[in-house]
């Protein structure tokens, strides 16, 4: 057996190969391995073959072509130091091999690398690649700020027996900080000595909290991007947005590490991330559930709500957690085409399909639609700086490029703006109430479906804009909404939202629940056949 | 493109290939699927080459061999199902083809599987596999019962500034229960008010507690099995036992999940996953840091102590928690034959190179060694029983088949056998640290490397009441000891053990590093080439 010398570290490694190592191969995978040490992009391209069949995958996403690869590449700036440990080579003939490395970080993390090398007109190049590793930390942080085996039990039994939950970081768990997504704020907090309402209520039903998830900065965002703690991975859409502001039970429920998330919907903050993810997610009606415990951002529109990747479980959920008898949300489902129309073309056009295909009646009430959706914006924003404004104005720079210029407007609100403002929500309330009587509204969840991680930021506010338009209805009228997984668009899901009258969350979830299962709708969790 | 049909779940998939499919291939793909869905173990052996070099990795570990991958197989009972999102095939030749599979698990996690196929002799067969997933979990729960980004922040700056603490589940962390290994204690606790005494002087000191982790029951064991937690990866050796009863926090530091472990050592709890993981650790001089909050053993002998990764770590841990002036530990090493005798063969001999290496004299000071076995065990059992017999009275069953027995033996003690036990211990702790004074003794940390985590339960506990007479001298002592990782027996790690003068714990640290550094050792750190 040969030693090749350290090319990535100090580290000496063992060569394990079956046959006559064929002329260049090593010589090619060491200058890959030096290429990727300096994070020497060109060289690291030219060791793919210039295909559209070459591939890279990391466990769970797949890259496909040259070109895809180099975009990754240049943009992820080069990987953290690792030794090889064990060289793998099996030779498959002159021009064919396979080469695996097992990886080892100096921070502990475990890896393996495999190449299929191919050798063309005198030249190694690497056909498809496989890279996995064991994570040098005890969890993602990008999604949880804690986490345990469970970090707390269930304090009963009953209908969510077995559940588990990721809790938004907005709601007190006891023994731990509530941080609201910024870690300036967590540091000023004592442990709690309680649960929230909506956490104890979960765990009186024999739920157990698998964690605590992270949040927007002070929930004020529906991105999902935390400048802090990072942003969750979207497992539905790994480059694009995970949406929030319930970014992280949201994130976890999608991967699997929780059943059930429990999230507060202001303006959008559950069903946003359940579309951009492909969940189900209920916005409960205001006031329906004890918001006791709770990190507030805007009092006359914060609601509670949950995540789940099924109808059933978010039913056991909102069973255990609101009043038992509650009005029913009609199975008359309606659309009103000037909200519908809000959306992006794709979005609308998948959209109308699927409200054709569940029957829905289309309504013209007429609403003040921008006059309404000013005063929500405003009577936001005057509550989010009643309730943050004196703890931001102590603490500068604490908050991120994105929320930061958000709180800055709202500290320029009057209080005779909010009191005009409030004036028009309350007769919107009303207004929206009653012209929806009898029937359950339907509309996109979102004007558009992810946008990509790497937008600027102009056009995630503008995307942020867009969506708020279709959120804001059901928010400035209190009503429950529940986002449904049922479009794809562009092979991104987006979701349908069901309003119902208040006070129907239960019967809301049911009947979106059965309307969907008896009609052929888009479901993004079912690949299409190319 | 082509529809193949559902073989593992009922999802849909999408095939992607860049080439006409050669005869046979997709045919064998679908036979190994559907081998796997059912675990018929023959098929799935068969559908690998008969080869030394057929190769099996999971990202961390590689299997060599087509007999390796078959016992794997065998032992591993199927796997859970997943679904297949998308095949990518890309045909290389008439003969030879890779198929990567991105999988999606049910809970949510998602997957890669890369296949090279190969026909030969008109079958088409796996060459070499690399299989991948993300994990379902928040954590990995054989290893932390909670964790934290962090859990616990720092309290203060220090030496310890940045260092992350994986601390053993019988200190108080303050907002959790204590669990002592046991879930059954740990849901009668009520939630720490305040952190142990050595919690606290980590976090003083800069550091922050990244989480809690496992513990053996009641740390009365040397194994790292826990019957309710399951068993932490040793990741210095996947297939052998991590060592315990600091089996958690031994683990997460040669993951890389923290850099230093909290732990405690009442007859070898920090030195044998030290030899195990092929890390350093260090047990305090007994009664030198104080063990207010934290669940005893027995306190005749319990003592707190670290590991690291490196030596400059635990030294750091061990200036910033324990008195600052000390005794030194004489550079002057000593062995004693009938003591580092007791060791295996294999270990003793790799032992004995080492201490020529280092210039270790030989000393006969005609120890007892039986008569202090005896006793130290009937004190060590009798204080076990004190301190946890009345709750194991009180809840038959919560005990693993390792750690019950051994409570049911302590119950048996008298109080007079443990006075005369008592008296012996006393005896022997001042003749030994008479005759060790002036030099610093090394012996063998452990009888053996790790044993097999498949080996049977007597094997294991003759394993450990031969690794026991090696460990409990230092121990029944009272003194400070440091298990280094020098050496490499058949590839597997195995420590050296240096015991120095009573409050001699930073020194000793000093002098094995400064003796080591300059002293070639074998490193298990360091593969040998082959």
Known sequence: MTLIGPTTSATEYRLDADAPLPEGLLAAFERYESALATNDVDALDDAFEPSDFSLRGDGSHMLRGRDAISSFRAARGGVPGRAIETLHVRVLSDELAIIIAMLRSPRGGRGQQTHVWRRRHGAWRIVAAHVSSTSSRPLDTTLWTAAGDPLLPPAGTGALDGVTVAVKDLFDVEGHRVGAGVPAFRAEQSLA???AAA???????GASVAGIAHSDQFAYSLSGINSHYGTPTNPAAPDRIPGGSSS????????????????????GSIRVPASYQGLWGLRTTHGAASLAGTVPLAPSFDAIGWLARDAETLLSAARAALPAAGPTAPARLVQIHEVSALASTPVRAAFDEVAGALGAQSIAPGFPLEEWFAAFRTLQAWEA???????????????GADVAPRFEAAAAVTAAEADSARAVVEAARAEIREALAGSTLILPSTANPPIRLNAVQEAIDADRAHTLRLTFLASLAGLPALSAPLLDVDGLPVGVCFVGPAGSDVSL??????????????HPNTMEIS
């Open 193 to 195: 000595d309680r649960n």
């Open 248 to 267: 992280g039970p949201a994130a976890a429920v999608a991967r699997g590490h929780a059943d059930l998330g429990l999230g507060t919907d202001t303006a």
């Open 199 to 205: 956490v104890q209520a979960l765990v009186d039903a």
């Open 385 to 399: 700086w009643q309730a943050h404004g004196s703890w931001i104005a102590a603490h500068p720079g604490q908050l």
């Open 509 to 522: 979830v049911e009947t979106a629940r059965d309307l969907t299962r008896s009609t052929p709708v888009h």
